[in-house]
T-cell receptor, first 114, second 112 residues
Framework: DQQVKQNSPSLSVQEGRISILNCDYT??????FLWYKKYPAEGPTFLIS?????DKNEDGRFTVFLNKSAKHLSLHIVPSQPGDSAVYFC?????????????FGKGTKLTVNP | EAQVTQNPRYLITVTGKKLTVTCSQN?????MSWYRQDPGLGLRQIYY???????DKGDVPEGYKVSRKEKRNFPLILESPSPNQTSLYFC???????????FGPGTRLTVL
């Protein structure tokens, strides 16, 4: 049962335009979300997070929006740059039955074309 | 420099030959975890450790062992590797389990 879903395996945008990466979740107990960015041959790196007490968090060109009623979050990158080309993972901490872990989506590969 | 290191970065081995992938962090983090990344499946957790001597199974623990004798090290052991364990492995650490995790550079393992 996939609790964090990224339904778009890939996304291609032009440099300077907005990139919107989407993530849906099924567990209403999730109250904190993280986005990671991964370049080929490197480990994922933390990008931005959002707590469920907020509906928006902004860091430079990156903004994450959270819609709790829809169980949906999105990462906006404005303006997109070729260096943003990477795989983006959405994740949520999950605690159940003594198990504590970070649940990841399958990722969306973003390509920003010059 | 704060980092998570993994060794080796690349390994080709044969079925049944025991191997260990080391992981070390210098940030005094309590939580450490191992993931494998496979095409179309994203990152799946293998094992995690909340602190020294405390380890637990993740989503895909079969065929793997771990130990956490010291806070900084969290080795991943494959007692009898099989071809379905061919994958890209990442070690990660964080101060607490729900905090942002810092990932190592990855170990690409091929089991023939």
């Amino acid at each position: 049962d996939q609790q964090v879903k990224q339904n778009s395996p890939s996304l291609s945008v032009q440099e300077g335009r907005i990139s919107i990466l989407n993530c849906d979740y099924t567990n209403s107990m999730f109250d904190y979300f993280l986005w990671y960015k991964k370049y080929p041959a490197e480990g994922p790196t933390f990008l931005i997070s959002i707590s469920s007490i907020k509906d928006k968090n902004e860091d430079g060109r990156f903004t994450v929006f959270l819609n709790k009623s829809a169980k949906h979050l999105s990462l906006h990158i404005v303006p997109s740059q070729p260096g943003d080309s990477a795989v983006y993972f959405c994740a949520a901490p999950h605690s159940q039955g003594g198990s504590e872990k970070l649940v990841f989506g399958k990722g969306t590969k973003l390509t920003v074309n010059p | 420099e704060a980092q998570v290191t993994q060794n080796p970065r690349y390994l080709i081995t044969v079925t049944g030959k025991k191997l260990t992938v080391t992981c070390s962090q210098n940030m005094n983090h309590e939580y450490m975890s191992w993931y494998r990344q496979d095409p179309g499946l994203g990152l799946r957790q293998i094992y995690y450790s909340m602190n020294v001597e405390v380890t637990d199974k993740g989503d895909v623990p079969e065929g793997y062992k771990v130990s956490r004798k010291e806070k900084r090290n969290f080795p991943l052991i494959l007692e009898s590797p099989s071809p379905n364990q061919t994958s890209l492995y990442f070690c990660a650490s964080s101060f607490r389990w729900a905090n942002e995790q810092f990932f190592g550079p990855g170990t690409r393992l091929t089991v023939l």
